[in-house]
T-cell receptor, first 112, second 114 residues
Framework: GEDVEQSLFLSVREGDSSVINCTYT??????LYWYKQEPGAGLQLLTY???NMDMKQDQRLTVLLNKKDKHLSLRIADTQTGDSAIYFC????????????WGLGTSLAVNP | DVKVTQSSRYLVKRTGEKVFLECVQD?????MFWYRQDPGLGLRLIYF???????EKGDIPEGYSVSREKKERFSLILESASTNQTSMYLC?????????????FGEGSRLTVL
């Protein structure tokens, strides 16, 4: 079935770039999303990319999509301690387009 | 800003009790969702609704029901709570069409069933 996979943990130093990776299985995924969850809070949408795009940049965030390999990445430039959170990748396919397929989340720890 | 409000941040209930979790959104979104979040299992969709009085089962609907009598309100009901329903429950809403996947989440309701 459809699946989205992410590595579970990432640790970086403050000021470095963070790269969080995600792979998905459904080639008909039309939109791919990155959500952020801070401790004790709900999720918030960070950014998303449409499947006909290769890259999307939004301030410190860069999303890269390799559709051939079904690989998505989120790069956070100049990572700050406030970026410490869990980052979820999610995919939405053209068929059942109200449901998102979620990864398990990558816990990002930013060390001073 | 879109706001999704969940009625209770923390609840403690006893096995067998009926539990209501309420969620209200203020942006006239057509879609509303209930998820549960458990360590190591990520987010799992319980039910969603795309219109008033309309509902669809998600991936884990057993033991739950929902109600959407008004567009802004989506309730999750545990008819007879069990200990394996101890979890964090997250409500979300989204606009329709191409923006369907742009979910706005509430702060979550942490339910403990004793």
């Amino acid at each position: 079935g459809e699946d989205v996979e992410q590595s579970l943990f990432l640790s970086v130093r403050e000021g470095d770039s963070s790269v969080i990776n995600c792979t998905y299985t459904d080639s008909s995924s039309t939109y791919l999303y990155w959500y952020k969850q801070e401790p004790g809070a709900g999720l918030q949408l960070l950014t998303y990319i449409f499947s006909n795009m290769d890259m999307k940049q939004d301030q410190r965030l860069t999303v890269l999509l390799n559709k051939k390999d079904k690989h998505l990445s989120l790069r956070i430039a100049d990572t700050q301690t406030g970026d410490s959170a869990i980052y979820f990748c999610a995919a939405r396919n053209a068929g059942n387009n109200r449901k998102l397929i979620w990864g398990l989340g990558t816990s990002l720890a930013v060390n001073p | 800003d879109v706001k999704v409000t969940q009625s209770s941040r923390y609840l403690v209930k006893r096995t067998g009790e009926k539990v209501f979790l309420e969620c209200v959104q203020d942006m006239d979104h057509e879609n509303m969702f209930w998820y549960r979040q458990d360590p190591g299992l990520g987010l799992r969709l319980i039910y969603f609704s795309y219109d008033v009085k309309m509902k669809e089962k998600g991936d884990i609907p057993e033991g739950y029901s929902v109600s959407r009598e008004k567009k802004e309100r989506f309730s999750l009901i545990l008819e007879s709570a069990s200990t394996n329903q101890t979890s964090m429950y997250l409500c979300a809403s989204s606009p329709g069409g191409v923006h369907t996947g742009e979910l706005f989440f509430g702060e979550g309701s942490r339910l403990t069933v004793l």
